[in-house]
Each structure stands twice: as C-alpha cells, then as structure tokens.
C-alpha cells in the first residue's frame, strides 16, 4: 500500500451572515490514497467553528446637529485667572469638545459669560513686553500696542483677542465667537438664561 501525504493546509474563511461575522477554521489532515481503489481516497477532515457575533449598530457615530445639540450658559470669573489658561479652557467650552456628541463642523459648544475681564494676570514680564501689532491700513499705519495699554482703554478686548486666536479660523470660528460675552466687573445682563456658575478646573 502506498502512503501519500501532502502538506498540511490551513483555510480561514470570513462569511457576513445577518450582521454576524462568522470566522471557519478548516483542518485538512493527512489522507491515505491507495493505488488499489483508481482515484477513491479516504479523507479525514476535522471542522473547528469559532462564532464571533458582532453588534454593528453600536458603531454607528452619531453626529450633532442644530436640532439635537443641547446649548447651555455659564458664567466664568476671571480674576486673578492666567490669560492663555482661561482662553484655552473658555475655547474647549466654546466649541463643545467637553461633550460627548461633539461634531467638528457643528456649533455643539456652550454660551460663556466672561465677568471680571479686567482683573485677569499674565506671568512674567508679558503685561509690558508682549506686543499686539494692528495696521489702519494707510502706508505706516503699523500700531503696537501692549497688555497693559489694552487693559487700561478696553479692558474686555484682551480676553476677546486670547479665546479668538484659539478658535477655527473660518465661518464656523466666527459663529463661535458670538456666543463669548466679555464683561467688565462682576454683573451681567443675562439673567434670565440662568447661566450656571462654573470652576476652570472642571474644564479638561
């Protein structure tokens, strides 16, 4: 009697049936052809199943939209806040990357009231050495101006300049930016949204 053995093979099929990924194993064992029975062979064959069922729902992304985004107001004090620090965490709450729906090319973000602007901080030396350069746009109309000069004419324009150069610059950076109001002192003309008072720490 004659033994012929081939090598051994390994087939993996992957078959979609009713939203289930269904993963086969197929072992094809050594076999025995006998010269004898003209081309009739004996083959063993062992089928490991392995069913892996997989919910393809729960992957869907749900997107925000104009009319499922939830908007809320909160108020934010500034004194004695660093400027970059709160401009980049009034930046997160405007654009609603604290959510969890949140949707690059959607206004998803909150409504920030700013109290207080003029008692914010910058470290070092930045309230005299940082520059804010603007042109009138006549030839040499270049002006530079600095914190301390801003804060002293318009106290709420440095807090409006920091959060603005955080957000996108386009359309939708500018639809943003409407819903940032900066204040001077500690009172506000919101009232009637009910604007919850909130801790910059709680923002991530």
């Not at 914190?147 to 324009?157: G, Q, R």
Request: charged share 20%.
């Amino acid at each position: 009697m004659h033994h012929f053995s081939p090598p051994r093979k390994d087939i993996i099929k992957l078959l979609t049936q009713n939203n289930c990924l269904i993963f086969c194993h197929f072992k094809l064992n050594r076999y025995l052809c006998s010269p004898q029975k003209c081309g009739e062979s004996q083959q063993k064959t062992s089928i490991n199943l392995k069913i892996n069922k997989v919910d393809t729902l729960s992957y869907k992304t749900i997107s925000a939209n104009a009319a499922t985004v939830n908007k809320e107001w909160v108020v934010i004090d500034a004194t004695d806040q660093v400027l970059g620090r709160l401009a980049s965490r009034v930046a997160i709450m405007l654009r609603g990357k604290h959510k969890v729906n949140f949707t690059p090319h959607v206004d998803c973000g909150d409504n920030v009231i700013i109290i207080n602007a003029e008692k914010v901080r910058l470290t070092g030396n930045k309230m005299t050495d940082r520059q804010y350069v603007r042109h009138t746009g006549y030839p040499g109309g270049q002006r530079y101006t600095t914190p301390k000069e801003l804060l002293a004419s318009k106290p709420t324009a440095l807090v409006e300049h920091a959060v603005k150069g955080m957000l996108p610059k386009n359309r939708l950076g500018s639809e943003l930016f409407r819903n940032l109001y900066v204040y001077e002192g500690g009172e506000h003309p919101h009232q009637a949204q009910n604007p919850k008072q909130i801790n910059l720490n709680e923002i991530y």
